[in-house]
């Protein structure tokens, strides 16, 4: 049981290329996330999938777009990377939205990007 | 004004010192409550949930306020292993995403 993985872990750029994360989680969870992370900035939400098909724009989401064709796979694209993109970006799934608070995000490890 | 806000820090603390950190939420509506765990370029993971009731977790306790829309996290016998970044992550009820705050970053010393 894997959990959350996200691949690739690193990855440098140029400005204008185009690239895809993967995450891929293996524990049935219906609801998928794709944070990025700066300095002083905290965790902001770029989308999220709340099922298999389904996707939805976050805090943060001009520059990236998104699909989730399996329900254990949500992508996240950079159609033309910008320096600004330059990032930690975190993937995270959840099984239940319930006020029960049991209710635990797991996250993967991380994929620095870096666009020169 | 954000929803979720932490003091950063950092907090400088020597080992076996009680330290606590206290988070607000500006959304009354919301229902769950949660602190994090961050270490120095990891992935953040769950270290409790904070229930109506406060909860206590060995060294750590967690407390919710509703009235003054805060939760606090107090950690009792500091090790330096304690050192991290703690994310205070409320659900506010809207939508299907959790609202982190920035983190608080606390530092054990010898």
């Known amino acids: 049981n894997a959990g959350v993985t996200q691949t690739p872990k690193f990855r440098v750029l140029k400005t204008g290329q185009s690239m895809t994360l993967l995450c891929a989680q293996d524990m049935n969870h219906e609801y998928m996330y794709w944070y990025r992370q700066d300095p002083g900035m905290g965790l902001r939400l770029i989308h999220y999938s709340v099922g298999e098909g389904t996707t939805a724009k976050g805090e943060v989401p001009d520059g990236y777009n998104v699909s989730r064709l399996k329900k254990q796979n949500f992508l996240l694209g950079l159609e033309s990377a910008a320096p600004s993109q330059t990032s930690v970006y975190f993937c995270a799934s959840i099984t239940d939205r319930g006020d029960s608070g049991a209710n635990v995000l797991t996250f993967g490890a991380g994929s620095r990007l870096t666009v020169l | 004004r954000k929803e979720v806000e932490q003091d950063p820090g950092p907090f400088n603390v020597p080992e076996g010192a009680t330290v606590a950190f206290n988070c607000t939420y500006s959304n009354s509506a919301s229902q769950s409550f949660f602190w994090y765990r961050q270490d120095c370029r990891k992935e953040p993971k769950l270290l409790m949930s904070?229930?109506?009731s406060g909860n206590e977790d060995g060294r750590f306790t967690a407390q919710l306020n509703r009235a003054s829309q805060y939760i606090s996290l107090l950690i009792r016998d500091s090790k330096l292993s304690d050192s991290a970044t703690y994310l205070c992550?409320?659900?506010?009820?809207?939508?299907?995403?959790?609202?982190f705050g920035k983190g608080t970053s606390l530092l054990v010393t010898p």
């Open positions: 904070v229930y109506s």
């Open positions: 992550v409320v659900n506010s009820g809207s939508g299907y995403a959790l609202n």
